[in-house]
């Protein structure tokens, strides 16, 4: 059956055996609160990327972006969804820029004043922001805030939507913008412009200007 196992041996063989185990929870914990503390910290930093997006080229350009910043992001939504057919969509947002509408939001931004890096993110809807923007813009405060601008488009680049960015938030300090079209964003050339852009912003995960 076997040669006999002395109460000293076994005694010191348990002994063995446990610290071995307590060494293995021990590091698997260890692990464990590591990567607690790498997902918090990954989430924490001084910059918040948001946008708005319908079509959903906004919202690849600003993961994109998130990706090679970190930080936070954070999806700018309408209380009443835009229309998903492209052309109601486009008379809509030139209704209500005529009107000077404000649509109304869902989302709330917490802790904004932890935050000094933002991007700011949207299609170009008749050369500007869409009006969802002038609500959000309107309803929080953004002073001695860094604010980045980047845009989908189809042919109109950033139009006139940085003058008014600079209108809606006259004590923040706006950086030079990127315009990607709407049908390239998802092209390694939009990608390399947007590592570019941040490069020459000096902006990169965990940096800032």
């Not at 196992?5 to 348990?14: A, D, H, P, Q, W």
């Not at 008749?126 to 601008?149: C, H, Q, R």
Request: glycine share 8%.
């Amino acid at each position: 059956m076997g040669r006999k196992i002395s109460r000293r041996s076994f005694l010191k063989n348990s002994a063995i055996a446990m610290g071995t185990v307590a060494m293995c929870d021990f590091i698997a914990i260890g692990n464990a609160v590591s990567a607690e503390i790498e997902q918090k910290d990954s989430g924490k930093g001084n910059i918040l990327v948001t946008y708005f997006s319908h079509s959903g080229n906004t919202r690849f350009m600003a993961e994109q972006i998130h990706e090679q910043v970190g930080g936070y992001i954070v999806e700018i939504k309408t209380v009443n969804p835009y229309p998903v057919d492209y052309d109601t969509v486009v008379d809509q947002a030139k209704s209500e820029q005529k009107k000077n509408y404000r649509p109304q939001l869902t989302t709330k931004v917490h802790n904004l004043e932890s935050y000094d890096v933002i991007f700011i993110g949207y299609p170009n809807w008749w050369g500007t922001l869409p009006m969802a923007l002038f609500t959000y813009f309107e309803e929080n405060d953004f002073s001695k805030k860094i604010l980045v601008p980047f845009c989908t488009h189809e042919g109109s680049f950033l139009g006139r939507s940085v003058t008014d960015l600079k209108t809606l938030n006259p004590k923040a300090t706006v950086l030079d913008g990127l315009a990607i079209q709407g049908k390239s964003v998802k092209s390694k050339s939009a990608r390399e412009d947007i590592i570019d852009w941040l490069t020459k912003l000096k902006i990169t995960k965990g940096k800032q200007r």
